[in-house]
């Protein structure tokens, strides 16, 4: 399983998803500067959390234009998986690889706690060891989290099978309770919750690690 972690000035969990990674894949991912205009051959692409470029603008959206990131949409169109938690969630979506927009928080506050998921489509790369209907607990930690999409793309998304995870505690707003988004192809997920928290019991939840053991499962050769 090969796999490569993107960090943008401003990633603080960049670090966070690659021990994830190599604690479930065994293997150490590639870590790859913001500015590289090349990704080496991988299987997964994640981008991680924090934030990036200061979140100026709009978060994601200096990221969106980074170097790497046109390497990384151009990996997506062959069919290379890729990973956006939070901020990278927002980075997807300024970069078009995910519909919609993460705008600010419905209670305008930061929310930073644990919340429920439940697993809407089992049948995908990121969530293939898990079955339809479960119940996941993994944190949030975001201001500007709140997903919003217009009634005709969010029909699509549930009419296509995109929408992965769904808020049963919905922290922030979003729309029609959405925490996980696919993209059109189905291997690019956008997600709020943060996996690479909840892989060991240490960390008050194993259930994070459940999406990275899909991905094993569906992409190592």
């Not at 169109?77 to 890729?82: L, N, S």
């Not at 809407?120 to 990121?126: G, K, Q, S, V, W």
């Not at 005709?152 to 808020?167: C, F, K, Q, S």
Request: hydrophobic share 45%.
């Amino acid at each position: 399983m090969r796999a490569a972690v993107i960090t943008f000035p401003g990633s603080n969990c960049d670090r966070d998803l690659a021990v994830a990674m190599r604690a479930v894949f065994e293997r150490e991912p590639i870590r790859v500067w913001h500015g590289e205009a090349d990704l080496p051959p991988v299987d997964l692409i994640g981008i991680p959390g924090g934030f990036a470029h200061g979140d100026y603008l709009r978060c994601g959206a200096i990221a969106a234009r980074s170097p790497v990131m046109r390497a990384v949409v151009e990996a997506a169109r062959r069919g290379v998986a890729v990973l956006g938690i939070c901020n990278g969630f927002q980075v997807l979506a300024e970069a078009g690889l995910v519909p919609g927009a993460l705008i600010r928080n419905a209670g305008l506050a930061f929310v930073c706690r644990d919340v429920r998921l439940k697993v809407e489509h089992a049948d995908t790369a990121f969530t293939a060891a898990m079955a339809e209907g479960e119940v996941l607990r993994m944190p949030v930690a975001h201001h500007d989290g709140n997903y919003v999409i217009d009634e005709e793309g969010r029909a699509r998304l549930e009419g296509e099978g995109r929408i992965a995870l769904r808020y049963i505690d919905n922290p922030n707003g979003s729309t029609a309770d959405i925490a996980g988004v696919l993209g059109p192809n189905r291997r690019v997920l956008g997600m709020m919750p943060h996996p690479e928290r909840a892989i060991e019991p240490l960390l008050g939840s194993t259930d994070g690690r459940r999406i990275f053991l899909s991905l094993l499962g569906a992409l190592d050769r």
